[in-house]
């Protein structure tokens, strides 16, 4: 008789276990079980993944849940269940979501009556049994659970001793149950460090033991407690029990929405209707051409059973532009549908830029449609509230992800349990490498910084080998940035769910097993280049009274093809890298088909094939085709197969293919399978011959097609994207102050991206004031059509109150017009240095008293006689009239430290701005723009510098510089700082010559400078 694995706590119970499902699987396979079970503390999250997992792995899955609740006196107990078919499982979801849903509050155990008889209750020593027992109210607890058949006692070797006893003499059946929360003895004080981190709790190591109770022993030591305890009668009742358990959650099933029609309309119907009349005002000028393609389409939908999913989401957007919310022109293969052109889900006409329908769907491939909605990032929780209002609070929920413990968050949540310090865990933050999901395997590869801290101490040595174990484990759970599932059927009866934090649910599976399941996931993606388009339309008709319908932006305008060629594309969506930027002005775009190709080509892999582009582009070199008939598809991309479609035309064209069949081929390219493309290499080689191609051609052009294939990027996606790009370079060129107002209102509180955003803006001849305390906003405002002023919110360190109350005051009783003034008029809680010091020193005061440093000198003084003075302005002007001691005003180079510290930029004239001619003929690089391994002329200014001592006992510096547009280190070695160590001043301005290379210790860039010139020597 097996043993079966029941009472096993996955990490999805987050942070109170170590067991990932995947080595969970397979260690209980090796170790001999043949029934496994998870019973997650509350959570059914990983329910699906586990049975996909025990089935691919031979095991029998059962499906159980631990329940936490609170008594009368709040202390916590739990309860134990096992489901015995899915009518047991669906109650399990009933249990864990009412749970998790009020998971912020103390639920009680009658919140949950009855339970049901499809579910099997098992008592353990986490349960009120023995407390009832004792209370001698034992009897009157238990008829909570008269509605359920089967309850037992649970015992297992890891169970406290005085419980075992106790289940001899009680009421049920023992069963076994053994708990599991890691799969190793000796993984008992990794465990005990997870679950110190999620309770924020500090432990010393040492003090634990070495190996605990809660680990998966091999199912043969299981059958050796059992005989040797005496509980065969217990693993028996377990054996039994779950041999008659049957439980299958569903996959694959319809569980599309249907849009609610009145009058009982059919969805296909209407969605014809729809399309049909919406065609001729869409496209004015549509040909027979439009009008079939749009027939095939809907033909597709309606076969594939899609046509309520079309309606779902043209009724979102139809609500969204009734309501002036700024839409995205698409996204994905979705922008390839003429029947989402002509209903207004996309902005790209599909026809006209050779977009292809079948990349998105066809009856060859059954997938799900994948419309994805772009919103304004200020709009999503509008939408989400028209959808709540439209299908039912029960029918709407937000899809959960889950977060995991990476490399620097791990050695920070390990260093807090054992006690180190913020600034040490910051010591081992900076050791690794900033990389995109780097592991520490990597980091300890690449970090010798790491690798000593690693070994410094057996303290330090611990918390490496502890991070490492806990590297990837499950760390919390949060709201999918997009995600939104829909149901025709209330979503407790078909997913668990969860607190949102809101007015919507959060589900507990990820949008993969939600999809899975057969429930419909869409996207609605709060993008924050929306919000400037609308933020910057609404400036247009405010200061030049256009209403501006920028989708309707003429593609061919050459202002705008000017922007793209010179690369001037800071701000603007997808194109504004400085990589993307040089590839801009390498290829030179002359149309809106090159800006969608560099958006395609850049990206890992595509990349290779940029100098090759531009060359042919540029006349550089012939362009050379695969075979000639094929240069229709290739010619805008001068030969080169950029975009999966071309793929898909080329099979079509040399072999026949349908468009279906030719996706399917694409896509076992793209994800590499052998055997497929094998296959469909002898099919298309047979058909293309019978075309007329020869063998040669025919085997050229499919390798061509492998090669490329995997390069090749989604047209459809690269040119909706690039369409907003477009629209934002449109916004740019020809209304500038409208944009970087919007712009610069997007970045408010990222100091580095306002500074760059400043930057771009004076060199398109935009002026920027400083904040005011008059005629300041909340946020930027354009005062004029190339005249911003700073807004209070971009002050840093003033808060949203105190700006509140400053433009609520000034617009009850007009302008402030003095310090005085605007002191008494202000609530008391304000009159505090610290909230009015970035005011002072950002200029706010410029205009009432001019020189800051006289001001904040006399700050405290004012503040004083405000209070003392009762509000009395002939006080204040008369007997405590503050007596001033005339002082020079701050020196230019502290009035700019002061606006880069509260501005994150510099608005007063910049001392090197006289530099600004000599710059232009030097050709100096400006520090925003320096790239690892270029050879630069920099003209900067010294803000500060530190000299060490090499092993050899040389003098050597590290210098921090700054110009106009950013801050960069120079390193001077020993022979360079000796020869200009004069130089080394504050403030001193300096041409500084030398290469650019990356600091790996501090994962940043620096120059090895190679000359210094003093700009100040006349």
């Avoid at 009897?139 to 909570?144: D, I, P």
């Avoid at 940029?610 to 550089?620: C, E, H, V």
Wanted: proline content about 3%.
């Amino acid at each position: 008789m097996k043993v079966p694995s029941l009472w096993t706590v996955s990490n999805y119970s987050l942070l109170n276990s170590l067991i990932r499902l995947f080595e969970y699987v397979n260690v209980a396979k090796n170790r001999g079980y043949q029934t496994i079970g998870l019973m997650d503390e509350n959570v059914l999250c990983s329910a699906l993944k586990f049975q996909t997992l025990a089935k691919q792995a031979g095991l029998k899955a059962i499906f159980g849940l631990t329940l936490t609740y609170f008594d009368e006196n709040e202390d916590e107990y739990a309860l134990h269940f096992i489901a015995k078919d899915y009518t047991g499982y669906q109650e399990l979801m009933r249990l864990s979501s009412y749970k998790m849903v009020h998971q912020n509050e103390k639920v009680k155990l009658y919140e949950f009556l009855p339970f049901s008889n499809s579910l099997a209750i098992i008592f353990t020593f986490r349960s009120e049994f023995v407390k009832k027992d004792a209370d001698f109210n034992l009897s009157n607890w238990l008829k909570q659970f008269d509605s359920v058949k089967d309850k037992f006692m649970g015992v297992g070797p890891n169970m406290p001793e005085d419980w075992q006893y106790y289940v001899r003499t009680a009421l049920f059946p023992p069963f076994l149950l053994n708990e599991v929360r890691y799969l190793n003895a000796k993984d008992y004080r990794t465990y005990r460090v997870a679950k110190a981190i999620g309770e924020g709790k500090r432990l010393q190591i040492q003090t634990l033991a070495l190996v605990g109770k809660a680990f998966l022993p091999e199912e043969s030591d299981l059958q050796k407690y059992v005989l040797n305890t005496g509980w065969e009668e217990a693993l028996k009742n377990a054996a039994q029990f779950i041999q008659k358990i049957n439980v299958q959650i569903p996959t694959q099933q319809n569980l599309l929405p249907k849009f609610p029609l009145d009058n009982q309309k059919n969805a296909g119907e209407y969605l014809r209707k729809l399309a049909l009349q919406k065609l001729p005002i869409r496209i004015e000028k549509f040909t027979d051409k439009y009008t079939r393609r749009l027939k095939m389409e809907l033909k597709v939908i309606d076969e594939m059973g899609f046509n309520d999913y079309f309606l779902i989401i043209w009724d979102l957007l139809d609500y969204a532009n009734k309501n002036g919310i700024f839409t995205g022109v698409g996204r994905g293969s979705a922008a390839g549908s003429l029947v989402a052109y002509v209903l207004n889900i996309t902005g790209v006409d599909p026809e006209k830029h050779n977009l292809l329908f079948e990349r998105f769907l066809n009856k060859e491939r059954y997938t799900m449609p994948d419309i994805d909605i772009d919103i304004p990032d200020n709009k999503r929780e509008q939408i989400l509230q028209y959808i709540v209002k439209k299908y039912g609070k029960h029918h709407v929920a937000q899809i959960a992800t889950f977060g995991t413990l990476g490399a620097k968050q791990a050695l920070r949540d390990v260093g807090r349990v054992l006690g180190f310090s913020v600034s040490e865990a910051n010591l081992w933050s900076k050791a690794i490498p900033n990389e995109l999901n780097i592991t520490l395997d990597k980091a300890y590869a690449k970090s010798k910084r790491l690798r000593e801290l690693a070994s410094a101490t057996p303290k330090n040595k611990a918390l490496f080998t502890l991070a490492k174990k806990l590297e990837g484990l499950l760390r919390h759970v949060s709201t999918h940035a997009a995600g939104v599932v829909i149901s025709d059927q209330d979503l407790f009866e078909l997913i668990p769910l969860q607190s949102g934090g809101g007015e919507l649910s959060l589900t507990q599976f990820t949008m993969y097993d939600i999809e899975k399941i057969g429930l419909l996931k869409m996207d609605f993606l709060g993008l924050r280049n929306l919000s400037i388009i609308a933020d910057a339309l609404y400036e247009i008709k405010k200061m030049w009274g256009i209403d501006l319908n920028i989708k309707q932006v003429d593609l061919n305008d050459q202002a705008t093809l000017d922007l793209f060629r010179h690369g001037e594309t800071t701000g603007v969506f997808q194109f504004e890298s400085m990589g993307l930027r040089r590839v801009l002005q390498k290829i030179h775009p002359e149309s809106i088909e090159d800006i969608v190709a560099v958006n395609a080509l850049y990206r890992p892999g595509p990349m290779e094939n940029i100098n090759d582009f531009a060359a042919r582009k540029l006349g550089l070199k012939p362009i050379d085709y695969p075979d000639k008939s094929l240069s229709d598809i290739l010619k805008k991309t001068y030969g080169i197969i950029v975009y999966q479609e071309q793929v898909m035309q080329v099979l079509q064209k040399m072999a026949g293919f349908t468009l279906g069949e030719a996706d399917i081929v694409r896509r076992a390219i793209g994800k590499k399978k052998k055997k497929i493309i094998d296959e469909k290499r002898r099919n298309f080689i047979t058909r293309s011959l019978k075309n007329g191609y020869t063998q040669e051609v025919a085997e050229k052009v499919y390798d061509y097609i492998e090669k490329f294939a995997n390069y090749g990027f989604n047209r459809s996606h690269a040119f909706a994207y690039s369409f907003i790009g477009f629209e934002m370079g449109y916004l740019k060129v020809h209304f500038a102050g409208a944009f970087y107002t919007a712009l610069l209102n997007s970045v408010r509180g990222n100091f580095k991206k306002m500074k760059e955003y400043i930057i771009d803006a004076r060199k398109n001849e935009l002026f920027i004031n400083p904040p005011d305390i008059n005629t300041s906003g909340y946020s930027f405002r354009l005062l004029e059509k190339n005249l911003l002023r700073f807004g209070f919110s971009a002050i840093k360190g003033v808060r949203n109150e105190f700006i509140k109350e400053i433009l609520e005051e000034r617009k009850i009783a007009g302008s402030f017009t003095s310090v005085d003034n605007f002191l008494l008029r202000i609530k008391h809680k304000w009159l505090k240095k610290a909230w009015l010091e970035p005011l002072v020193l950002t200029g706010v005061f410029d205009l009432l008293e001019s020189n800051r440093k006289q001001l904040m000198n006399n700050l405290e003084s004012k503040i004083q006689n405000i209070l003392l003075s009762g509000g009395s302005l002939d006080l204040l002007g008369g007997i405590m009239k503050l007596k001033e001691i005339k002082i020079k005003d701050y020196t230019v180079e502290e009035r700019l430290t002061y606006e880069e510290n509260y501005l994150g930029a510099y608005l007063s004239v910049h001392p090197l701005e006289s530099f600004n001619l000599l710059a232009k003929q030097i050709k100096a690089t400006a520090i925003m723009d320096v790239e690892e391994g270029q050879q630069v002329k920099l003209v900067a200014m010294v803000r500060n510098f530190r000299v060490i001592k090499t092993k050899r006992g040389e003098s050597m510096a590290f210098v921090e510089v700054s110009d106009l547009t950013g801050e960069i280190s120079l390193t001077l070695f020993p022979k360079i700082y000796r020869k200009y160590m004069a130089e080394l001043i504050i403030s001193k301005k300096l041409l500084i010559e030398g290469k650019v290379e990356n600091n790996k210790y501090e994962n940043s860039l620096q120059v090895l400078v190679q000359q210094l010139k003093n700009l100040e020597d006349k």
